[in-house]
């Protein structure tokens, strides 16, 4: 129950809007099993709330390392049928997108757990695919792949927006004006965002990163909790200037 989440209170007061609250979710990597009772959580809380705006948010990174991104995937797409949802891009989505452009960057996908995705979709590669295996490999994910997921990840944006706050993948240029952010950063940059104590201009929401737990500092949130390797997926709720963890 989001009524028995840990809150941590922040030094600057980042606002949503009157009547909102957002749900956030990021880093599920293929852990549909995770995702599933998280989103009963939010149908139980938003059941009992009295927000009138309901907004869920997912931050990217659907896909690999986990055992079943194609479930995962059908469960966004259903959640979208009947909920206010946004989904952004993770690096491993275009990392699919590229892999799909150019059958070449295989090996270096399989490096960061692209070959859990491939077993989803019902293909059996082999540990060090040569060229024409990878050509092979990469047509026949294109043929599994349902016309609703090429749509789905076709759709991906990279932030979304909402009062004081920010929601992105993996963090933004310190410096650097919002809507002047790259993509390559808005999707990948680390230590450069962590170790920055800017504001930012929004308070920003991410994940990319793992930590152990939740991180809800003065500037930004950092909600991946590794959900692959630890069995942790974390939900954020924010209503007003009030951030809940689970």
Not at 28 to 52: F, M, N, Q, T
Not at 119 to 136: F, H, K
Request: aromatic content about 8%.
């Amino acid at each position: 129950m989001l009524s028995a989440l840990r809150a941590r209170p922040t030094t600057r007061q980042p606002r949503l809007p009157d009547g909102v609250r957002i749900y956030a979710i990021s880093d599920i990597h293929g852990c549909a099993h995770l995702l599933e009772p998280l989103l009963k959580v939010i149908d139980a809380d938003v059941a009992r709330g009295r927000a009138s705006h309901a907004i869920e948010v997912y931050l990217g990174d659907y896909i690999d390392r986990g055992p079943d991104s194609w479930a995962t995937l059908d469960l966004l797409i259903e959640r979208a049928r009947s909920r206010n949802a946004v989904f952004l891009c993770g690096n491993h989505e275009a990392f699919l997108v590229d892999v799909l452009r150019d059958p070449s960057r295989l090996a270096a996908w399989f490096r960061v757990g692209g070959i859990q995705t491939l077993m989803s979709y019902g293909l059996a590669p082999s540990a060090e695919p040569d060229a024409d295996e990878q050509t092979a490999l990469v047509e026949n994910l294109w043929a599994a792949m349902p016309d609703r997921h090429r749509k789905f990840l076709n759709g991906l944006r990279l932030t979304f927006t909402c009062g004081d706050f920010l929601f992105v993948h993996a963090g933004v240029r310190p410096g650097v004006p919002l809507p002047e952010q790259t993509p390559r950063d808005l999707l990948w940059i680390r230590d450069e965002f962590l170790n920055s104590p800017d504001d930012f201009g929004k308070y920003v929401v991410h994940g990319h990163t793992p930590v152990r737990s939740a991180e809800l500092l003065p500037n930004r949130a950092n909600i991946d909790t590794g959900a692959y390797a630890t069995g942790n997926l974390t939900l954020l709720s924010i209503e007003g200037s009030r951030l809940l963890a689970v």
